[in-house]
């Protein structure tokens, strides 16, 4: 195993959770659909963070140019990932309790 290799694996399963948050969140939409009131700005911030997410694990091939893998530049990746998955995870939160709908939260 490279080191590139070794080092993308652990934002590619970061960026898979993201992903992952980001296609639950509609599916319990669809699913629930009298929980929580939807806002169409609410779903085009998901579809733009999915599409973010999906773009950087593309741009994150690119890495394998890097001749030289430094720590530094490892924890300089990792936090981009977990910001990533943080976003995801304030916008589509496990309970709405407290809110009308998604767009009061």
Request: one cysteine or more; glycine letters at 4%; a neutral charge.
């Amino acid at each position: 195993m490279r080191m590139f290799e070794y080092v993308a694996v652990l934002t590619s399963i970061i960026l898979g959770l993201v992903i992952a948050h980001l296609l639950q969140g509609p599916a319990h939409l669809i699913q629930h659909p009298k929980e929580a009131k939807t806002y169409w700005v609410h779903l085009a911030w998901a579809f733009y963070l999915f599409y973010e997410a999906v773009f950087w694990w593309w741009w994150e091939f690119r890495l394998q140019l890097v001749r030289e893998w430094t720590f530094p530049i490892h924890l300089f990746l990792i936090p981009y990932a977990v910001c990533l998955y943080l976003l995801c995870a304030s916008l589509f939160p496990s309970s709405l309790s407290g809110y009308d709908g998604y767009k009061e939260w």
